[in-house]
């Protein structure tokens, strides 16, 4: 039985690292249509094959070590963020007798809290001034919107009645909870961008002023497992969202496609938004985003009390 698991998990992170290198393909795509050109389309059939390429060249460069750098920190930040990021996975329900267990939304927030330590460390340990100021920021961003993430968890919870991911798919079986949290789900959605760093608010990367930000020193085998990791988390915030706000179990195909137009507009908003102004991303955060949240958790805190009294 724990072998059976043990290859379970292994499939898992073996179809969610295939997920990256094709979610990949898909982003350069719609980035190349969205600047009216055509992206990648020579390596196999229209560029398919491309993901692939880019691995191989990436895992066979020569790996570079800064004479300065904390030679531990920086080889084992990399690996401990993209470990995080599948660690993540195992909180969905599956229903595959995979893993499921009654605190899958707390499992998560631990998650997302320990991924701000490999940026951290990664900043860090270079010991350049672009990949520490990269790390300050990135880190300063994730803790700043981990907040609003979970005071609207706490709202759903409030609806739901548990810290069990599964809770959801029985409870939006007739009616999609975004739909009755509309307001929250566009700040969600908005957050999810933030704690995956990414456009408009990738601050930990900005090349026009970090020349890459947190991962400068990095190349090779490093800079593709922090790749990696960050599309993994990208994936797994669209399923996430899924599962949280528009309802269908995982062993159902529309699930899937609304996973992927989730992920789509995570692409969208990077090939149309410019990037933000650093204080007006704090400003965005702690004066708008923390008080709806807030004040929206207070509102469905007062409706979960309301009807117990009258039900009692």
Known sequence: MELLKLIKIVFLVIFVLLGVAFFTLLERKILGYIQIRKGPNKVGILGILQPFSDAVKLFTKEQTLPTMSNFLPYYISPIISLFISLLVWCSLPYHLGLLSFKFSILFFLCCTSLGVYATMGAGWSSNSKYSMLGCLRAVAQTISYEVSLALILLCSLFLVGGFNLSLFESVQRYFWLGLFMMPLVMIWFASCLAETNRTPFDFSEGESELVSGFNTEYSAGGFALIFMAEYASILFMSVLFT??????????????????FISFCFVWVRGTLPRFRYDKLMYLCWKSFLPVALNYCIFFMSIKIFFEVIYM
């Open 243 to 260: 599962v949280l706000f528009m309802g269908s179990g995982m062993n159902e195909f529309f699930f899937y496609l609304k996973s992927l």
